[in-house]
């Protein structure tokens, strides 16, 4: 089955401490991106990957970062979370042709809450 | 001001109703449009994708775009329960960069 699987689905965690939502796609999709889902403000654009090795910031991409070191996976790390990075992380992947279009494939999306 | 202004809704209708859901946008550049629909606790899914204006069916959906009014809808007909979720709006100039509206909540009552 084609798919976006990100992990965790949801996570509880503290101020400072490291951590890494994983994003796989099993679609050859050369396309990455994350994205933040908060009420009132929409889906916002972290960090977007054409292709290995390729990767560049959104609108929202401080605090954040990522690496495409495999086609399949695009992980987000918050090397210093904080509590307004409290939100619901959507990873999705397209074929490099259809990106700019908008024909987006989405994963089931990451609750993350930062206390 | 947004670049994408959507009414969030809630959006209640009975059961075989006409759905109209809109979005305006205030960049002329905007070439390609995009309704998404994401049920609770899931992520979104393309409905539906238009290029430039004009219409665009497919089965109990209609998309239009009218790019000289910056203004998109999407109808429903014969709504079901099964409709009810949050209905994005996107639109992109066809660089990687998509703009989200804030979504619509619709809710369909049997």
């Known amino acids: 089955e084609a798919q976006v699987t990100q992990n965790p689905r949801y996570l509880i965690t503290v101020t400072g401490k490291k951590l890494t939502v994983t994003c796989s796609q099993n679609m050859n999709h050369e396309y990455m991106s994350w994205y933040r889902q908060d009420p009132g403000l929409g889906l916002r654009q972290i960090y977007y990957?054409?292709?290995?090795?390729?990767?560049d910031k959104g609108d929202v991409p401080e605090g954040y970062k990522v690496s495409r070191k495999e086609k399949r996976n695009f992980p987000l790390i918050l090397e210093s979370p904080s509590p307004n990075q409290t939100s619901l992380y959507f990873c999705?992947?397209?074929?490099?042709?259809?990106?700019?279009?908008?024909?987006?494939?989405f994963g089931e999306g990451s609750r993350l809450t930062v206390l | 001001q947004k670049e994408v202004e959507q009414d969030p809704g809630p959006l209640s209708v009975p059961e075989g109703a006409i759905v109209s859901l809109n979005c305006t946008y205030s960049?002329?550049?905007?070439?390609?449009f995009m309704w998404y629909r994401q049920y609770s606790r899931k992520g979104p899914e393309l409905l539906m994708y238009?290029?430039?204006?004009g219409n665009k069916e497919d089965g109990r959906f209609t998309a239009q775009v009218d790019k000289s009014s910056k203004y998109i809808s999407l109808f429903i007909r014969d709504s079901q329960p099964s409709d009810s979720a949050t209905y994005l709006c996107?639109?992109?100039?066809?660089?990687?960069?998509?703009?989200f509206g804030t979504g619509t909540r619709l809710l369909v009552s049997p």
């Open positions: 238009t290029y430039s204006s």
């Open positions: 990957s054409m292709n290995v090795e390729v990767t």
């Open positions: 960049n002329s550049a905007f070439q390609y």
């Open positions: 999705a992947s397209s074929l490099i042709g259809r990106a700019d279009t908008g024909e987006l494939f």
């Open positions: 996107a639109m992109s100039e066809g660089f990687q960069k998509l703009v």
